[in-house]
């Protein structure tokens, strides 16, 4: 974890949000989206943990724990790439041919986060399905959560590649969406 890593996950979410709303390079949507995945993912824990009855139940807690442990670093380093972007965009000066590598990173990242994010909404459908009482509505909304995220996160790997033409990637961020969009549907039916 870098320090900027640090400094961001450090913040309180009120200074979060300020951030979020500073016209300042910061974290955007990206970082938002890794940080609603990695709630997500906690609830899904929380929900598994209470499933007494689920043989699994530790195994899918665990899991999500790692999705949560891996989306957090990814919101401070989305931030930082899109201020790479937006640092060469505005300075005439800067090789044009640092652009490109700039807006692959940008790419790259937002479909980790848009990876880790359709992960954790399968695992919240999973415990939807195994979840009791009020844990059941809990794992249904981090299905919410993380689908959205997934989609907050391919439209921004969707933006990033418009200048990169039949990038693959565009297809891997498109099939995450419909998949988070399954597991979702899955999570509300087992309400």
């Known amino acids: 974890m ?9 913040l309180r979410l009120d ?12 974290p955007a949507s990206g970082s ?12 899904v824990a929380m929900t598994a943990r ?8 530790i195994g899918v807690a665990a899991q999500a724990r790692a999705l949560s442990a891996r989306l957090r670093p990814l919101a401070a380093s989305d931030a930082e790439a899109f201020a790479r972007v937006l640092a060469l965009r505005a300075d005439a000066s800067a090789d044009r041919r640092d652009l490109g590598p700039a807006l692959e990173q940008a790419a790259a990242i937002p479909l980790e986060i848009a990876d880790a994010c359709a992960a954790t909404a399968e ?5 939807a399905e195994h ?5 059941r509505a809990d794992a249904v909304a981090a299905a919410a959560l993380a689908e959205g995220a997934t989609r907050a996160a391919a439209a921004l790997v ?9 990038d693959d990637r565009s297809s891997v961020a498109d099939s995450l969406t419909r998949l988070a969009s399954a597991a979702r549907e899955r999570a ?3 309400m």
């Open 50 to 57: 209470a499933a007494d009855d689920w043989a699994d139940a």
């Open 158 to 166: 969707l933006t990033n590649l418009s200048t990169v033409a039949g």
């Open 2 to 10: 870098t320090a900027a890593d640090s400094e961001l996950l450090a």
């Open 123 to 127: 695992l919240a459908a999973l415990a």
């Open 131 to 135: 979840a009791v009482g009020h844990e």
């Open 188 to 190: 509300r039916e087992a």
């Open 15 to 26: 200074e979060f949000l300020d951030a979020l709303a500073a016209q300042a390079p910061g």
């Open 32 to 43: 938002a989206a890794a940080l609603v995945g990695a709630m997500a993912a906690e609830l």
